[in-house]
């Protein structure tokens, strides 16, 4: 897991293995593996290394 600078994890929230949490990025729903996240609040951006943009 790779969490960069700023970014929040709020919650009872379950961040799944090989996720990247983007700069400023706010968690607050669990997050599946293999999975890149950005934004506030957090968006998918790739899913098994599959571009896709899910709201978590």
Request: glycine letters at 12%; aromatic letters at 2%.
């Amino acid at each position: 897991m790779v969490v960069s600078c700023g970014a929040s994890i709020l919650g009872d929230c379950i961040i799944g293995d090989n996720v990247i949490i983007g700069a400023g990025c706010v968690v607050v729903k669990s997050v599946p593996a293999n999975s890149t996240i950005i934004g506030n609040p957090a968006v998918i951006v790739k899913k098994e290394g599959i571009k896709t943009y899910e709201l978590l």
